[in-house]
C-alpha cells in the first residue's frame, strides 16, 4: 500500500500556486505544502500576503514564501519566476493557474473594457504564466500544469459573459497545452470546481434582509446532489492527484468537483 500512496507525495517537488493568499488558490497551496512540496504563491496586495504567509505558517506550512505579482503582466511573471527558483534554488515543478475574478454584469451592460479585464486575468495569465513555466519542464522533461477551470467551462448563465468565455479558453488552452507538451512529459489538466464558499461566491450566499437564504444559494443547492456547498478542503484531493506521478498518464482533461452538479437536471419542484 505504501508504494501507491508515495505516488501522491510532492516531497521534493516546487510548486507554485497563483492568486493563493486565500480562496480555492490558498487550500490547494496549503495541501501542497503538506504532501511535501516547497510552495511559492502570489498575488497582488501585500496585506494579503503578510496575512495568508501567517496564515500558512498557523496552519503548519513552513516552507511557502509569498511574492507580490499580477498575473497579467508578463515582466511581472518573469520576474516573479526568477525570485521564486533563485530564493528555493529550483524550477517550477508544478503550476495552478488559479488567480481569477468574476465580474456579474449583464451583457448589454458590461463595458468592453471590463470584458477584456476578466479574459485578461482568468484566461491570458495562464498563457502568460504557462509560457514561463515550461520552458525549464521541457528541459527536465517532466512538468505539471493545472488551470483552475470552472463550471462556466461547460455552462452559461445571466451575467456571467466574459467569465464563462474566459474560463471556456481555459478548458481548449488546457486541451492545447497536452497536444503541444505532452511529449516532454507535461501534463496539463483542468480542475473544475462546482460552486464553492470562498469570498469570490460570497455575494450568492449572503443573507437577505429578513434573514432569509439568497435565492441563488437555495437554487445551487437544489442543482446540487449533495445538497451542499463544495468548500475549499474538497478540492484539495483531487488537486493533489493531479499534481502528481498518480496522474503522470492523465493528460488535457478536466476534472470536476461539483457535487454532481453537472449530471443532475435539478430537484423537482
Ligand atoms: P477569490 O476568493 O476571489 O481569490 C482570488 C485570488 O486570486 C486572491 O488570492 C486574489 O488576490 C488573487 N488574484 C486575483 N487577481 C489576480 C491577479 N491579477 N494577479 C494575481 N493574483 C490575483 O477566488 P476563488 O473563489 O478562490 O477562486 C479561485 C479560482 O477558482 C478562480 O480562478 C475562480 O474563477 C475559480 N473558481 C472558483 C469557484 C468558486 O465557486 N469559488 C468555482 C469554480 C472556479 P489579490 O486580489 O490580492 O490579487
Ligand atoms: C457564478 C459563480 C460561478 C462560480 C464557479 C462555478 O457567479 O456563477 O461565481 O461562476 O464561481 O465558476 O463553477
New binding site residues.
Given amino acids: 500500500m505504501g508504494d501507491y500512496l508515495n505516488k501522491f507525495s510532492l516531497k521534493g517537488k516546487l510548486a507554485w500556486v497563483?492568486?493563493?493568499?486565500?480562496?480555492?488558490?490558498y487550500a490547494i497551496a496549503l495541501c501542497y505544502a503538506k504532501a511535501g512540496a516547497k510552495v511559492a504563491f502570489?498575488?497582488?496586495?501585500k496585506e494579503?500576503l503578510d496575512k495568508a504567509l501567517a496564515e500558512y505558517a498557523k496552519d503548519g506550512a513552513s516552507d511557502v514564501r509569498g511574492y507580490i505579482?499580477?498575473?497579467?503582466d508578463e515582466k511581472q511573471v518573469k520576474d516573479t519566476l526568477s525570485c521564486i527558483e533563485k530564493d528555493f534554488g529550483q524550477s517550477v515543478d508544478i503550476l495552478v493557474n488559479?488567480?481569477?475574478?468574476?465580474k456579474r454584469i449583464p451583457m448589454t451592460e458590461m463595458s468592453a473594457e471590463d470584458f477584456r479585464q476578466v479574459i485578461d486575468?482568468?484566461l491570458t495569465?495562464a498563457f502568460i504564466v504557462s509560457k514561463a513555466v515550461l520552458p525549464a519542464m521541457m528541459e527536465k522533461k517532466r512538468g505539471k500544469i493545472i488551470n483552475?477551470?470552472?463550471?462556466m467551462s461547460e455552462l452559461g448563465r445571466e451575467t456571467v459573459s466574459a467569465?464563462a468565455s474566459a474560463?471556456g479558453g481555459l478548458k481548449m488552452l488546457t486541451r492545447n497545452i497536452c497536444s503541444e507538451y505532452g511529449k516532454y512529459n507535461i501534463q496539463c489538466n483542468g480542475l473544475?470546481?462546482?460552486?464553492?464558499a470562498?469570498?469570490?461566491?460570497a455575494p450568492l450566499r449572503e443573507r437577505q434582509k429578513d434573514g432569509s437564504r439568497h435565492p441563488f444559494d437555495s437554487f445551487i443547492v437544489a442543482k446540487t446532489p449533495a445538497e451542499r456547498w463544495?468548500t475549499?478542503e474538497d478540492l484539495q484531493g483531487p488537486a493533489l492527484f493531479l499534481a502528481s506521478e498518480a496522474s503522470d498518464f492523465v493528460n488535457g482533461q478536466v476534472l470536476y468537483v461539483d457535487g454532481g452538479i453537472l449530471a443532475y437536471i435539478g430537484r423537482q419542484p
Fill in positions: 497563483t492568486g493563493a493568499s486565500y480562496g480555492i488558490g502570489n498575488c497582488r496586495h494579503g505579482c499580477d498575473v497579467t488559479n488567480a481569477g475574478i468574476i486575468i482568468d495569465a483552475i477551470c470552472s463550471m467569465y474560463k473544475g470546481p462546482g460552486y464553492i470562498t469570498p469570490q461566491t463544495g475549499t
